[in-house]
């Protein structure tokens, strides 16, 4: 099994990465770095570069991940990356189905009430479309 951490690239050390790095050494599992690129980002990118193909932009998405993880545990870890493109919820949702982790790791960030019910959250969008044990990490300590 696995514990897949999602990361979105902005911040190192990243909490999200420590926690995940934890449990799978904790539990005998295969750490998994998840990072989502936008569609907006990689259509930008498709028309600023000639030959800049949905290929290109999954390993630029596995490219952050492996930093991410680089920057904070000090090593790639022995990590496996997967890329994907679109909305982080759905990109998320997919990587779970596919990898099946016995446990999945993500940012939460604080917001409102109204701005949870106005704007989404992808936090909150995995938690209720998935069964797996979900762990959400606070911005802040």
Sequence with gaps: ???LAAVDGTETPNR???VANDMATT???ELVVLHVI???TYEQRSESTDD???DDAIHDAKQIGRRVVRETLES???ATYIGRIGSPGKGILDAIESEEPSYVVLGSRKRTPVGKALLG???QSVLLHTDVP???IPDEP
Aim: proline content about 0%; glycine content about 8%; overall charge negative.
């Design 16 to 18: 999200v990465v420590n």
């Design 1 to 3: 099994m696995t514990v």
């Design 76 to 78: 790639e870890n022995g």
């Design 134 to 136: 979900v762990v959400a």
């Design 121 to 123: 959250s992808t936090t």
């Design 38 to 40: 936008s569609e907006e």
């Design 27 to 29: 539990r005998g599992e």
């Design 52 to 54: 800049y193909f949905r």
